[in-house]
């Protein structure tokens, strides 16, 4: 198990970390990702959190979480981790939460705004409420 806190936030290194460390820990249960690149270039992780010998996710009902859309609301990032380790904690303890990952898959994605993030929990924070990309944007509008 992660030596993981919940009385505290993670910056986007140790949070990295801790994504992974449940992958390590929990191969059976826990599949971690990166679903895209921020504007900073900072990889946006995506746990997927399912009893893999049941059956693969694509073929499980699944609930989405994600956290911290808006650069300084990081409080959801450890709601995210926590989930994440309430699920892979209790499992095979919990009936109920076994039960779930038999049959559910979880997609928890807990920072969708590192960059933002780490504006906010700089050693001197910088508040921005969305994103660090610079505005206008510089390409041309999408057209639908």
Known sequence: MPDIRFDRYYRYDELTRLMHAFAEAFPNLVRVEA????YEGRDIWLATVTNTATG???EKPALWVDGNIHASEVSPSTMGLYLIHTL???YGVDEAITRCLDTRAFYVCPRLNPDGAEWALADRPKIIRSSTRPYPYDEEPVEG
């Open 56 to 58: 693969p996710d694509t």
């Open 88 to 90: 892979t904690a209790q």
């Open 35 to 38: 679903i895209g690149k921020s």
